[in-house]
């Protein structure tokens, strides 16, 4: 079964840091661009960065931007998402997903994805 699995989350304190990872299982990530996606209770999930396939783009939208990074390992077969400076608006179930337009290396944070995991939450309170 072709499926992102994503791990990292947990509680932190407002200002702290997590790193959450988005592994493969069954497929090889280095053909595929990669969006990280959250759902904050009694919202709509939203894309806020991306990946391409090659790496050598990242967007990032303006609420993470300058505190979120993301990577990719393709030899450890996972994307990475270092999250600093985390603040209580982050709070939420973050998910990985594959970008197969690599719209992500156009400039564009793609809206959908494909081979969703479970997620993993994020929650930010002191």
């Known amino acids: 079964q072709l499926q992102l699995v994503e791990s990292g989350g947990g509680l932190v304190q407002p200002g702290g840091s997590l790193r959450l990872s988005c592994a493969a299982s069954?497929?090889?990530?280095?053909?595929?661009?990669i969006t990280w996606f959250r759902q904050a209770p009694g919202k709509e999930r939203e894309g806020f960065s991306c990946?391409?396939?090659?790496?050598?783009?990242?967007n990032y939208a303006d609420s993470v931007k300058g505190r979120f990074t993301i990577s990719r390992d393709n030899a450890a077969n996972t994307v990475y998402l270092q999250m600093n400076s985390l603040k209580p608006e982050d709070t939420a179930v973050y998910y990985c997903?594959?970008?197969?337009?690599?719209?992500?290396?156009?400039?564009?944070?793609?809206?959908?994805?494909?081979?969703w995991g479970q997620g993993t939450q994020v929650t930010v309170s002191s």
């Open positions: 997903a594959v970008d197969p337009m690599d719209l992500c290396g156009l400039g564009s944070i793609p809206s959908r994805g494909d081979y």
């Open positions: 069954g497929f090889t990530l280095d053909y595929y661009a």
């Open positions: 990946i391409s396939t090659s790496g050598g783009s990242t």
